[in-house]
C-alpha cells in the first residue's frame, strides 16, 4: 500500500508541474459542456418551408396557416413550378416543401381526401423523421378542423399519450448526460493513455522496472492523482449542467458519486491499458479514438437506440462502459431510479474497472521482465 | 527536390517500423466506418415495451400480440397494474409503457370508444417521439381493423369517419431514411481529419521531443521542404483512407453515389490540405505529444465533430454559434462530401464550400508555416 | 599539438556575442576567435551557456547582440549558408532511432545533397570510421552508446564541413569510447577540420588546443590548456592523502597560508596563497594534528582546478558588485 502511495505522490508531483495539462483536464471539459449544451439539440424549430399551394382558397391558406403557426417551419418561398421546387430543396434554401392540389377546399368538405403532399429533406433521417412527425400531426389537426362539425366521432381505439420524467421532450436533458458521459470518457482516456508509453518513449521505463513494486500496486498508484482530478472536474460538470441547464437531480447524491467513480475508474483503467500495449505515443493516441472516443459516441445509446442495431453489434456495445453509465446517470438524475434498481449497471462497470486495471497490470507486468 | 525525397521515405520508413502505428492508420478507419455504418440507424426496431394488463381478456391479449408481433415492438414483460411499470421505465428496461384498463374488452366489444395510456421514458426523447407515433400508428391500424370487422358484423353500433386529409410525405435523397446515408460520407470527413491533423501534429512534436527536429533544423534543408516532407505521407496516407473508406462505404453498405469521383478525389485534396495545415499549427503550439494530443483533442477534434454539422443539425444551434462553426473546416467538406454521394451535384453548386476550404487551408498554411522557423527568434 | 594559425583568418570570430531570454541574460558578450583545424573547447557546468552559444553559432538561434562569423559569414544575416559549411552533433546523439545504421546514412547524406559514387564513397569512408561494419542494418536504437556516438559523428560529417560542432559529444559514454571518440577528433583536426566542442568532462578538455571557461554567461578563462593553469601561478597546489580527509580539510582550511580547499575523490586539494610555507611543513601539521598521513606532494593544476578557482572567483566578483 505504502509503495502504491508512492508512485501517487510522485506523479502528483509531475501532473502539477504540468500547468497546462492540468488546467486543461480540469477545466475544459466543463466549458466544453457548456458550449456543447447550449449548441446542440435535436429539437426541430425553424425548418424552412416551400409552399405551392396550387388552390388559393381560404381552406389552403388555412392549412399552410397551421403549419406555419404551429412553430416548427419558417415560411420562406412561395413557389409555382416543380422546378423551382426542387432547386430550392437541391440547394438547401428548403428542407421540406408542402404542395396543396387543385380543389382542396372543395374535397376537404365533400371527399375524396384531397391529397397533400410534403416533400422532405431526408438527408437527416433524425431529423427527417422528426420533421414527418410534426407534420403528420399538423395535418391531422387541420383536417379535422376543417372538416364538416357533423358526423366527427372519436375512433374505437384511441392513445392518450403521457411523457415521464421529460415532459417538454426537451432534447437537452437527453443530450447532456450523454455529453458528460462522453467528456468524462475522454478526459480520463486521454489523461492516462500517454502517461506510461512516454516513459517508454524516453526510457525512464528503467526506473519502473527497478522498482521493487508489484504491478498492479503500481498501476493503482498512478491512477490515484488522475481519478482525483477527474472526479473534481466531473463535480465541476455536473454543476454546471445543474445550474445552467436545468438538469435535474431527482435520485440520490450518494448512487450519482458512486456511479461516476466506478466510470471514471474504468476510464483510466482503459487509458492505462492502451499504455502499457502502445509502444509510440502516436499509436496509443489512436488507440485511445479508436477505443474510447468513437465507441462512447457511437455505440453508447448517447445517440443512436442500441436495441436498434445488428445484434453483432449490440454485443459489442456490452464493453462500451459508457453504456451502463447512461443507463445509471439518467436514471439517478432524471428518474430519481434508486440504486438498488441499478445494481446490474453498477456490477458491469466494475468488472469492467477490474477487468481493465487487472489486464494493464499484466501488461506492465510483461515489459517489466 | 532529392532532400524533399529523402525526408519523405525516412518518414515512411519510420512507419515502417512501427507496424502498429501503420496498422491502426489503415485499420481504424475501415473499423470505426463498420462500427459507424452499422450503429448509424434511427430504424426503430425492437422497442422495449412493457405492458400493464388491467383487462386481462382475448381481446387484450390480441392487442398485445399486436404489438409483440410487430417489428417495431418488443415485448418484455406483462404486469397487471400501472404501479409495477415503474421500475422498467426507471431502468431504461422499456421505453414504452401500455396501460390497458379495465373494462376494455367490454368496450370494444360495444363499439364503444375507449382510451388507452401510453407511458413513454422522455429522458430519451429522440427515440421517444418516433417510438410514440409508431405505438399511435399501430393503435391507430388497429382500431380500423376492429372498426371494420364491427362494422361488417353490426353496422350500426361503429363509428363514423370523416375526410380528413390524404397526407403523403416523401422523401428526398434518402427515401429509405437510412441514417446510415448521412452519417457515412461525413465518417469519411471526419476519419481524415482524425488521421491526417493529429498523425502529423505527433509525428512532428515527436521530433522536437527527441531532438532529431533541432538536426534538421541545421541541415542546409529548406523550411518548405521540412515542411512538405513531414506533412506530405500523413496526407498521403489520408488520401489512401479516403479511397478505402469509399469503398467500403459504395460497395459494403450500398450507400449511393450519384456524383463525380474525381470532384471527391479533388476536394478531398483540398480538405486534406486544411488538415494538414491544422496538424502542423498544432505542432508548433506543443512541446510534447501529450499537449498535442489534448490540443487536439479539446480543442480542434471534440468541437469539429459536434459543431459542424455532423450528426448534430447547425440550423438548431443558437445564432451565435452558428457563426462560430463557419470557422470549421469540416463543415464544407461535409456538405461536399453529402452533396456528391446523396444529391449526385456538382461544382457548380459546390464552389462556395471548395472555396471556403481553400481558404482556410490557405489561412492556416501560412499561420503554422510562419510560426515554424528554423531559427529561434 | 600546436596548431599552426600564422597569417590565416580565424575560421570562426565571435564578437560580443549576447543572447537574452526577457530578463535572463544566458549569454554575455562572449568573444572569442577559433583557428583553422583548432580543437576549440568550450567548458562550464550546466546552465553556464554552452548551448546557447553553440546554438547561436550554428544557426539555431538569433543572437540578441554582437556578431559571429563562422566561415566568413555572418551568422545573423545569413544561416542557411553557414548550415552548408558545418557540421553538428547535439546532445541527444539526433539520430532516428527506427532506421538502420545505413538508413541514417543515406538519409543526412540525401539531405546534405550527396549522391551515387560520392554518396557511397562517404558511406564507406564513415562505416570504417565509426567501427561499424557489419553492423549497417542495425537499427540504431539497439546501437550500445559508443557506436551511437560513433554513427552520429559520422553522420555530421559526410558532407565534409570544414567546421564541427560537437555540444556535449560523449554524454554517458563508457571511457574507452570517449578515448576512441577523441582520436576520432584528433585525426579530423589534422585534416584540417575546426572542431568546437563544448564538454563538461574537465579530463577530456586537456585534449583541446584551447579552451574557453564559460561562467553565468560570461567568458571567464581563454586560453591553452596550460595558459589558463597560469592562475596558479605562485599559488602551488597541494594534494594531501590523508586518513580522515575530511578533518583534514577542516584543519587545512584553518590554517592562514591555505586559500581554499577541495575535496578530490579521497585526497584534498589544497591552493596556497603563495610559496611562502612548504609542502612538508603542512603536512607536519596535519601529523601533528594527530591526522594519519599518506602523503603530500605538489601536483600541476588540473582544468578541474582552474575551473573552480574562475568560479570562485566570478562568483567574488558578483557578490562584491
Known amino acids: 500500500m505504502t509503495k502504491a502511495l508512492a508512485v501517487y505522490r510522485k506523479e502528483l508531483r509531475q501532473i502539477s508541474r504540468d500547468r497546462r495539462t492540468l488546467t486543461t483536464i480540469i477545466f475544459v471539459p466543463a466549458f466544453f459542456l457548456l458550449l456543447y449544451g447550449y449548441a446542440l439539440n435535436w429539437d426541430i424549430r425553424h425548418i424552412t418551408l416551400a409552399v405551392q399551394d396550387r388552390d388559393g382558397t381560404p381552406e389552403s391558406r388555412a392549412l399552410v396557416a397551421a403549419f406555419v403557426n404551429s412553430g416548427y417551419f419558417d415560411r420562406v418561398a412561395d413557389v409555382y413550378a416543380p422546378a423551382e421546387l426542387n432547386r430550392l430543396l437541391d440547394v438547401d434554401i428548403a428542407r421540406a416543401a408542402l404542395v396543396i392540389p387543385e380543389g382542396f377546399g372543395r374535397d376537404i368538405t365533400t371527399g375524396p381526401a384531397p391529397q397533400v403532399q410534403l416533400l422532405v429533406n431526408g438527408d437527416n433521417a433524425n431529423t427527417a423523421t422528426t420533421v414527418m412527425g410534426y407534420a403528420a400531426n399538423i395535418a391531422r389537426g387541420a383536417g379535422a378542423a376543417l372538416a364538416p362539425s357533423d358526423g366527427m366521432t372519436a375512433p374505437l381505439v384511441s392513445v392518450e399519450p403521457r411523457i415521464w420524467y421529460n415532459p417538454e421532450l426537451r432534447s437537452t436533458l437527453f443530450l447532456v448526460p450523454g455529453l458528460i458521459a462522453y467528456i468524462l470518457m475522454i478526459t480520463a482516456v486521454i489523461s492516462t493513455a500517454l502517461s506510461i508509453v512516454r516513459e517508454k518513449e524516453s526510457g525512464t521505463m528503467e526506473q519502473v522496472r527497478m522498482a521493487p513494486i508489484d504491478t498492479f500496486s503500481f498501476i493503482v498508484g498512478k491512477s490515484i492523482p488522475y481519478f482525483l482530478i477527474s472526479l473534481a472536474s466531473a463535480a465541476l460538470i455536473i454543476l454546471a449542467a445543474m445550474a445552467l441547464f436545468g438538469l435535474p437531480m431527482r435520485g440520490n447524491w450518494l448512487a450519482l458519486f458512486a456511479a461516476m467513480s466506478l466510470f471514471i475508474a474504468g476510464a483510466l483503467g482503459t487509458g492505462l491499458l492502451i499504455s502499457t500495449a502502445a509502444e509510440t505515443q502516436q499509436v496509443a493516441f489512436q488507440a485511445a479514438m479508436l477505443t474510447s472516443f468513437l465507441p462512447t459516441l457511437m455505440l453508447s445509446g448517447f445517440i443512436f437506440p442500441i436495441s436498434s442495431m445488428p445484434h453483432a453489434l449490440q454485443l459489442i456495445t456490452h464493453v462500451v462502459p459508457a453504456r451502463y453509465f447512461l443507463i445509471a446517470l439518467r436514471g439517478i438524475v432524471l428518474k430519481g431510479t434508486p440504486l438498488r434498481l441499478l445494481w446490474p449497471q453498477m456490477l458491469a462497470l466494475s468488472i469492467y474497472t477490474l477487468a481493465m486495471l487487472t489486464l494493464a497490470s499484466v501488461r506492465l507486468a510483461r515489459e517489466k521482465r | 527536390m532529392q532532400r524533399l525525397r529523402r525526408l519523405v521515405w525516412k518518414e515512411f520508413l519510420e512507419l515502417r517500423q512501427d507496424p502498429r502505428l501503420f496498422g491502426l492508420v489503415i485499420m481504424a478507419p475501415i473499423i470505426q466506418l463498420t462500427m459507424l455504418g452499422y450503429a448509424a440507424t434511427t430504424d426503430v426496431k425492437d422497442v422495449p415495451i412493457v405492458v400493464a394488463d388491467g383487462d386481462r381478456t382475448p381481446a387484450s391479449r390480441n392487442l398485445i400480440a399486436r404489438f409483440d408481433g410487430s417489428r417495431t415492438f418488443t415485448v418484455i414483460d406483462t404486469v397487471t397494474t400501472v404501479t409495477e411499470v415503474d421500475r422498467f421505465l426507471q431502468t431504461g428496461e422499456a421505453w414504452i409503457a401500455l396501460a390497458i384498463p379495465s373494462g376494455y374488452g367490454r368496450s370494444v366489444q360495444d363499439g364503444q370508444p375507449v382510451s388507452l395510456q401510453v407511458v413513454a421514458d422522455g429522458s430519451d426523447s429522440n427515440s421517444t417521439t418516433v417510438a410514440l407515433g409508431y405505438a399511435t400508428s399501430l393503435v391507430g391500424e388497429y382500431a380500423a381493423a376492429l372498426t371494420a370487422d364491427l362494422r361488417a358484423a353490426r353496422p350500426q353500433a361503429a363509428p363514423a369517419a370523416a375526410p380528413g386529409i390524404d397526407f403523403r410525405i416523401r422523401v428526398w435523397f434518402n427515401s429509405q431514411l437510412e441514417s446510415r446515408f448521412f452519417m457515412i460520407p461525413g465518417v469519411i470527413a471526419l476519419l481524415l481529419l482524425i488521421v491526417t491533423a493529429n498523425l502529423a501534429a505527433m509525428a512532428i512534436v515527436r521530433e522536437k521531443e527527441l531532438g532529431t527536429l533541432e538536426q534538421l533544423n541545421v541541415t542546409p534543408l529548406r523550411r518548405w521542404e521540412l515542411i512538405v516532407g513531414k506533412l506530405l505521407p500523413y496526407g498521403l496516407i489520408g488520401l489512401i483512407d479516403v479511397l478505402l473508406v469509399t469503398a467500403l462505404a459504395v460497395f459494403w453498405f450500398e450507400v449511393p453515389f450519384r456524383g463525380s469521383f474525381t470532384l471527391l478525389l479533388a476536394t478531398s485534396l483540398l480538405y486534406v490540405m486544411c488538415t494538414l495545415s491544422l496538424g502542423l499549427f498544432i505542432s508548433t503550439v506543443s512541446d510534447t505529444q501529450q499537449q498535442a494530443m489534448m490540443t487536439a483533442t479539446f480543442f480542434f477534434l471534440t468541437p469539429m465533430i459536434y459543431l459542424s454539422g455532423f450528426i448534430f443539425p447547425i440550423e438548431n444551434m443558437p445564432r451565435a454559434i452558428q457563426y462560430v462553426t463557419y470557422l470549421i473546416p469540416l463543415r464544407y467538406f461535409l456538405v461536399i462530401v453529402r452533396g456528391i454521394f446523396l444529391k449526385g451535384i456538382g461544382l457548380d453548386l459546390l464552389w462556395p464550400q471548395a472555396a471556403a476550404l481553400g481558404a482556410w487551408g490557405a489561412v492556416m498554411l501560412l499561420l503554422a508555416v510562419a510560426r515554424s522557423r528554423k531559427r529561434i527568434a | ?321
Open chain 3, 1 to 321: 599539438m600546436a596548431v599552426d594559425t600564422a597569417g590565416a583568418a580565424p575560421t570562426i570570430s565571435v564578437r560580443d556575442l549576447t543572447r537574452r531570454f526577457g530578463k535572463f541574460v544566458a549569454v554575455d558578450r562572449v568573444t572569442f576567435d577559433v583557428a583553422r583545424g583548432e580543437i576549440f573547447g568550450f567548458l562550464g557546468s550546466n546552465g553556464a551557456g554552452k548551448s546557447t552559444t553553440i546554438r547561436m553559432l550554428c544557426g539555431l538561434l538569433v543572437p540578441t547582440s554582437g556578431t559571429a562569423l563562422v566561415g566568413g559569414v555572418d551568422v545573423t544575416s545569413d544561416p542557411e549558408a553557414v548550415k552548408r559549411r558545418i557540421g553538428y552533433m547535439s546532445q541527444r546523439f539526433s539520430l532516428y532511432a527506427l532506421l538502420t545504421v545505413d538508413q541514417n546514412i543515406r538519409f543526412f547524406g540525401g539531405v546534405y545533397g550527396l549522391v551515387a559514387a560520392k554518396l557511397a564513397d562517404r558511406r564507406r569512408f564513415v562505416i570504417e570510421m565509426a567501427g561499424l561494419a557489419g553492423r549497417e542494418h542495425t537499427l540504431a536504437r539497439d546501437l550500445a552508446g559508443g557506436w551511437r556516438q560513433r554513427l552520429a559523428l559520422g553522420c555530421a560529417i559526410l558532407h565534409e564541413p570544414a567546421i564541427l560542432f560537437l555540444d556535449e559529444p560523449t554524454g554517458g559514454v563508457d571511457p574507452l569510447s570517449r578515448r576512441q571518440f577523441w582520436r576520432l577528433i584528433d585525426a579530423l583536426s589534422h585534416a584540417g577540420v575546426t572542431v568546437l566542442v563544448t564538454t563538461h568532462y574537465l579530463d577530456e578538455a586537456e585534449r583541446c588546443h584551447r579552451v574557453a571557461l564559460i561562467h553565468a554567461g560570461r567568458l571567464a578563462a581563454l586560453g591553452t590548456p596550460a595558459e589558463t593553469k597560469q592562475v596558479f601561478a605562485g599559488r602551488p597546489i597541494l594534494e594531501i592523502r590523508a586518513g580522515r580527509p575530511v578533518e583534514a580539510m577542516r584543519l587545512l582550511d584553518a590554517q592562514p597560508e591555505v586559500e581554499k580547499t577541495s575535496l578530490f575523490g579521497t585526497a584534498v586539494h589544497a591552493v596556497l596563497r603563495d610559496t611562502a610555507v612548504t609542502p612538508q611543513a603542512i603536512g607536519d601539521r596535519l601529523r601533528d594534528a594527530g591526522i594519519p598521513l599518506d602523503g603530500v606532494t605538489t601536483v600541476t593544476p588540473s582544468l578541474e582546478d582552474v575551473f573552480l578557482d574562475v568560479i570562485d572567483r566570478e562568483n567574488a566578483r558578483q557578490g562584491a558588485r
